[in-house]
């Protein structure tokens, strides 16, 4: 009998809410494991390292692509993002239920190297909305802010390679449908 952990996929465009719902889920259910990825981009004010990321040098994040240590990497808007392949799959092989949250190149590489993960793309009612919420996060520079915005027309033509969408209009509607896609409904 198998006791492994299930793997889900979060994605969606910058800004569109994955990181609320994913704290949402954290601290509603103990038993699921979020992986911390590695990026290469400047932390932001308040982000801590080996918390929101594993914050590395290019040179370090190239010598782990090197050696396979990535499950998963991607560029996205100038700087490397991946997840770290040896701790996800420990904490899978040990049963624990992982969840990823990353952006859509990353995702189509889990669903090859493992198709068995199950991928949700949350998506903001429309444009506008999501580059009010962009902007309302203050974080990114105009030119950040148009990237992001170009990246997410582009992303989000690719919902339909996902097993779940779930558009974010209502953030508690959003999480209660993404925890019953992770089986988690109390
Ligand atoms: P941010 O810079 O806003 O933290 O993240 C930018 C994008 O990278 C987001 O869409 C986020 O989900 C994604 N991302 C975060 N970690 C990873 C990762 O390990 N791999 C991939 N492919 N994308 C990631």
């Known amino acids: 009998m198998s006791s492994l ?29 979020l992986s911390i990825s590695a990026t290469t981009r400047q932390p932001r004010s308040g982000e801590i390292e080996g918390e929101h990321y594993f914050f590395l040098e290019k040179k370090i994040f190239q010598e782990i692509i090197d050696k396979d240590g990535f499950l998963e990497w991607a560029s996205f808007s100038n700087n490397f993002y991946g997840t770290p392949k040896k701790i996800v799959n420990e904490k ?6 992982v969840l990823l949250e990353i952006e859509l190149e990353g995702a189509r590489q889990v669903r090859k190297s493992f ?30 802010i148009r990237d992001r915005l170009s990246i997410a027309e582009k992303e989000l033509i690719a919902q339909k390679e996902f097993d779940a969408v779930v558009i974010n209009e209502d953030i508690e509607k959003a999480f209660k449908e993404i925890e019953g896609f992770m089986g988690l409904n109390t």
Not at 92 to 97: P, S
């Open 5 to 33: 952990g299930n793997l889900t996929v979060l994605t969606g465009p910058s800004g569109v809410g994955k990181g609320t719902i994913v704290r949402k889920i954290l601290e509603s259910h103990s038993d699921v494991w």
């Open 92 to 97: 899978i092989e040990e049963g624990t239920n």
């Open 115 to 144: 198709p068995e993960a199950f991928q949700i793309f949350l998506a903001p009612p429309n444009l506008y909305e999501l580059e009010k919420r962009i902007r309302g996060r203050g974080t990114e520079t105009e030119e950040a």
